[in-house]
């Protein structure tokens, strides 16, 4: 299923408590594809908090507590990490991360937590969802295979990649532009990990995050900018992020599309997709009070220079991503409804 879906189906858990219709989650995928940065982005938009546990680092007297000697009686130390809604509030999310690493003495510990929401006299408060993720057994991390009862008590969705989700992420979160245009001009770059050969560096979601941050700290020193790249998404990508990025010293001036002056495309493919990845950039910042020109202006004239492309598609791409960045208001410009006709018989994609 793709992100964007995983993301409905987590903000409908998570509310359901309220109904008492939640059901436990379990989130399968392998390395990089962001489990657990989608449990952490409801967390922040629901403004509850996140408990993150381990289970692989954990033993099961963590979970279940510590016996104690009360009068005659041994009772339980209910521990500290778990919900309480005197401390941590009524509403969260109790997230059972790398959980398919967890020893089976673990894996045992958590059944009642889950299912029951209980472990002897402790109660997961009413409002808290429960969410899990793992890696599954082919994606060469350490794994147990997750026993039937536990396997039971969850609602299972794999996680798969999609770079249309990833794009409209990676703008709002600030990820430079040329990574963006390199992902959408070689795709398949997105997530290429190959579990029989298990390296050290391969291309995900989070190792681009990686990229973006190495850009930012080497981009002005090309004798260590390759090198860094490389360290993040593996030798190969690394080398071809690198020549990508030296190759926009060709692109035309943004400053002079975004004033709706007459700019050529280039010719190149990839300078394309860079051209296209750096006006949707300039169309988020537009949105900023303060600009030089109004936002409307700005979004026509980047439409108008989106009917300029020699292959519609790479128009359709652009005004497709910019819609998913800054919504509905890019139907109210002028300029929209001429675009719109001019790629009539090209489907806009979501």
């Not at 546990?53 to 500290?80: K, T, Y």
């Not at 860079?274 to 109004?294: K, S, T």
Request: aromatic share 10%; net charge negative.
């Amino acid at each position: 299923m793709r992100p964007a879906q995983i993301q409905s189906v987590l903000e409908r858990e998570f509310t359901s408590t309220a109904e008492g219709h939640h059901t436990p989650v379990m989130l399968w995928g392998p390395p990089g594809v962001g489990k657990s940065q989608m449990v952490a982005q409801i967390g922040q938009r629901h403004e509850a908090p996140v408990i993150d546990i381990r289970l692989s680092q954990m033993e099961p007297s963590d979970l279940r507590g510590i016996p104690f000697r009360n009068g005659g009686q041994v009772e339980w130390a209910i521990p500290a990490i778990l919900p309480d809604a005197e401390r941590h509030g009524s509403h969260g999310i109790l997230f059972l991360d790398e959980i398919t690493s967890a020893p089976p003495s673990v894996s045992a510990a958590a059944y009642q937590l889950i299912l029951d929401r209980r472990l002897g006299e402790y109660f997961v408060p009413e409002g808290w969802a429960i969410f899990a993720a793992g890696n599954r057994q082919g994606d060469k991390g350490v794994t147990y295979t997750m026993p039937a009862p536990l396997a039971n008590r969850f609602s299972h969705f794999e996680v798969e990649t999609h770079l249309d989700d990833w794009v409209a992420w990676a703008y709002q979160a600030g990820i430079d532009e040329r990574v963006i245009a390199f992902l959408r001009f070689r795709p398949e770059l997105l997530f290429d990990f190959d579990p029989a050969h298990n390296p050290a560096a391969f291309p995900s979601p989070r190792s681009w995050e990686f990229a973006h941050r190495a850009l930012q700290k080497f981009g002005d020193d090309p004798s260590l900018l390759q090198g860094a790249l490389q360290a993040c998404v593996g030798p190969a990508a690394g080398i071809e992020l690198a020549a990508f990025v030296t190759s926009l010293d060709k692109m035309p001036d943004l400053d002079d599309i975004i004033a709706g002056n007459e700019v050529p495309v280039p010719d190149e493919i990839d300078l394309q997709y860079a051209v296209a990845a750096a006006l949707v950039g300039r169309a988020i910042r537009a949105r900023d009070p303060g600009g030089e020109l109004g936002l409307e202006r700005v979004l026509g004239n980047i439409l108008n220079y989106a009917n300029r492309f020699p292959q519609r598609e790479m128009g359709v791409m652009l005004v497709s991503d910019m819609h998913r960045a800054i919504g509905e208001s890019l139907f109210q410009v002028p300029e929209f409804a001429d675009w719109a006709k001019a790629v009539s018989d090209v489907m806009l994609y979501e």
